[in-house]
């Protein structure tokens, strides 16, 4: 099993940027999808953003499409998320996550490893 351990997550204006990251240990990095949820007060956790074990395929929330982008670098076992033109809404907890599978699914129920996330909170 792999271990996952975000950080980057902080409190900025609406408008400023982030850049989460997601270190993996083990050897099981670079064979999976990845993914970033996130986790208002009180709402279910949601699929954010999701990255092939190759980068070849990527998928986006739509409410994210344009402002947020991810990327992996296998060699470093990393995955990143970088944040711009952030909203209020934006606010949350933002997990990472190693799917069972090589296909990106936004179903939280389909990863089998997780991070213990990191805090965003963007102030209007």
């Known amino acids: 099993q792999v271990q996952l351990v975000e950080s980057g997550g902080g409190l900025v204006q609406a408008g400023g940027s982030l850049r989460l990251s997601c270190a993996a240990s083990?050897?099981?990095?670079?064979?999976?999808?990845m993914a970033w949820f996130r986790q208002a007060p009180g709402k279910e956790r949601e699929f954010v953003a999701g990255i092939s074990w190759t980068a070849g395929n990527i998928y986006y929330t739509n409410s994210v499409k344009g402002r947020f982008t991810i990327s992996r670098d296998n060699a470093k076992n990393t995955m990143y998320l970088q944040m711009s033109s952030l909203k209020p809404e934006d606010t949350a907890i933002y997990y990472c996550a190693r799917a069972q599978v090589m296909a990106i699914l936004t179903a939280p129920g389909f990863y089998d490893s997780w991070g213990q996330g990191t805090q965003v909170t963007v102030s209007s």
């Open positions: 083990g050897r099981s990095f670079s064979s999976y999808a």
